[in-house]
């Protein structure tokens, strides 16, 4: 049984920084896609970044620049840095490890981050 565990949530100023974590347990990690997602009240769930197994990563618009995602496959964890945050990056962060046939699709339970002053 595949489990994603996220950690590093909580409350920060505007401009503060967090970086999330997702550790993996039971998986096919070091070859899987990994991605960290958001959902804000009342809005679709939407992709943050991702990296794949061989490192490369793509960004949300709305986070070039702030947010950085990478991996360590020895650890199965998978990381969000970020910084700058402002009051709309307040959401539930979830993250994601898919096989890139489409053959596994896991979801952690999510972690909140709430950026206000």
């Known amino acids: 049984q595949v489990q994603l565990v996220e950690s590093g949530g909580g409350l920060v100023q505007p401009g503060g920084s967090l970086r999330l974590s997702c550790a993996a347990s039971g998986s096919i990690f070091s070859i899987s896609a990994l991605g960290w997602y958001r959902q804000a009240p009342g809005k679709q769930r939407e992709l943050v970044a991702a990296?794949?197994?061989?490192?490369?990563?793509n960004y949300a618009d709305s986070v070039k620049g702030r947010f950085t995602i990478s991996r360590d496959n020895a650890k199965n964890t998978v990381y969000l840095q970020m910084n700058s945050l402002k009051p709309e990056d307040t959401a539930v962060y979830y993250c994601?490890?898919?096989?890139?046939?489409?053959?596994?699709?896991?979801w952690g339970q999510g972690t909140q981050v709430t950026v206000s002053s």
């Open positions: 994601r490890e898919s096989g890139y046939d489409g053959e596994y699709d896991y």
């Open positions: 990296i794949t197994s061989g490192g490369s990563t």
